[in-house]
């Protein structure tokens, strides 16, 4: 399905660009989460978490990324972060937990690495650089 022209953006390591083909790879996985919004979704999700999925038409890896809490996953699925994040509300998590998650951090350290002045950008501001560098780095290997 990826057959439209290399963006500059491809080469950023861990970046997904909600775009038009990202879009479209998850609109069901984004309905989902909306789906959410309503307190009678969320009833029903909780008391049947499969019976509730079936409804909607994930792909295999979708459903699995929603069954896990794969966040990274959702992302990479064409999960829009804002659409994502409702299913973590649902959780209970807050935005610091979900970054946590998607580093490798808890929900603290992850608020405490943003205080600090975030991540260093050394080592994640090209997918290129990293190859020529000979890989290596939290980034590497990154879609």
């Given at each position: 399905?990826?057959s439209?022209?290399?963006r500059d953006?491809?080469d950023i ?12 790879k998850?609109f069901a ?6 789906s959410?919004n309503?307190e ?19 792909t295999?890896e ?11 996953a ?7 972060i804002?659409?994502?994040f ?5 959780d209970?998590?807050s ?6 998650a ?5 929900g ?5 690495m943003?205080?600090?002045?975030g991540?260093?950008?050394d080592g ?9 560098a ?5 980034a590497?290997?990154?879609?």
């Amino acid at each position: 399905m990826n057959s439209r022209e290399p963006r500059d953006y491809d080469d950023i390591p861990g970046t997904y660009v909600f775009d038009g083909e990202h879009s479209r790879k998850g609109f069901a996985l984004n309905m989902f989460c909306m789906s959410l919004n309503e307190e009678h979704n969320r009833e029903s999700f909780r008391r049947d978490p499969g019976g509730y999925l079936d409804q909607h038409q994930l792909t295999p890896e979708q459903r699995r990324a929603v069954e896990e809490r794969d966040w990274l996953a959702m992302l990479r699925l064409g999960g829009n972060i804002y659409y994502t994040f409702k299913l973590a509300i649902f959780d209970g998590l807050s935005m610091q937990d979900v970054g946590g998650a998607m580093s490798g951090l808890s929900g603290e350290e992850f608020s405490q690495m943003m205080i600090d002045g975030g991540r260093s950008v050394d080592g994640n501001r090209s997918k290129a650089e990293q190859a020529a560098a000979g890989a290596g780095g939290p980034a590497a290997g990154a879609n």
